[in-house]
């Protein structure tokens, strides 16, 4: 007979690519990182507990892009005490962005979203851009602010330096951070921000 208070067994996830702790340096922040491939497209999803001034803070996003790396949508909701903020994203086929409907067209033909609190979306360009090593390509983000959720444009270039090393800079050259990726793309050290746990 079986013992209905056993725990169920969790689903598998076949299609896992990363399972990944990041912790920041010199703050107070950590991040669950999960990368996995689905039907027609791959999805990136976190969770990231830190402290901001006054209180705790729980972000949760996903962000979802096609097989060839494009975003295709984005999903973030923060908690900071009592204040709950969402913001959810679209891009279809011609490149327009989207936000409750409304039509973007000062981002239109980006293909990145870059969010603020995290190493995760580095993951994008870095795979859609396919640079080898000494090659170099300049492109541009959907930046999300935190913690106000606030959108901008923003420049970067990526170079890679040498096999699973890449330089980021955006604004100009304004910012830069040396990007050390496992065979996935996905962050294992970014300059001396975050570093996997």
């Known amino acids: 007979m079986m013992n209905s208070n056993r725990p169920k067994e969790m ?67 923060s908690v900071e005490g009592r204040h709950i903020r969402r913001l959810q994203l679209e891009r279809d086929q011609a490149g327009v962005w989207r936000m409750d409907g409304e039509a973007l067209l000062e981002f239109e033909g980006i293909s990145d979203v870059d969010l603020q609190i995290t190493p995760a979306t580095n993951t994008l360009p870095i795979r859609r851009l396919q640079l080898g090593v000494g090659e170099s390509r300049g492109t541009d983000a959907l930046w999300i602010r935190f913690p106000d959720l606030t959108l901008e444009r923003l420049p970067q270039r990526y170079a890679c330096a040498a096999d699973n090393r890449f330089t980021y800079e955006s604004r100009g050259g304004a910012f830069r951070a040396d990007l050390d990726v496992d065979d996935e793309g996905v962050v294992v050290r970014y300059g001396d921000i975050w570093s996997r746990v």
């Open 11 to 77: 689903p598998v996830l076949t299609d896992l690519l990363a399972d990944v702790l990041w912790q920041r340096d010199g703050r107070v922040s950590l991040e669950h990182f999960r990368l996995s491939r689905m039907p027609g497209m791959f999805a990136l999803e976190g969770i990231v507990l830190s402290r901001a001034e006054e209180s705790p803070q729980q972000i949760h996003y996903t962000v979802a892009c096609s097989l060839d790396w494009v975003t295709r949508a984005v999903q973030v909701t």
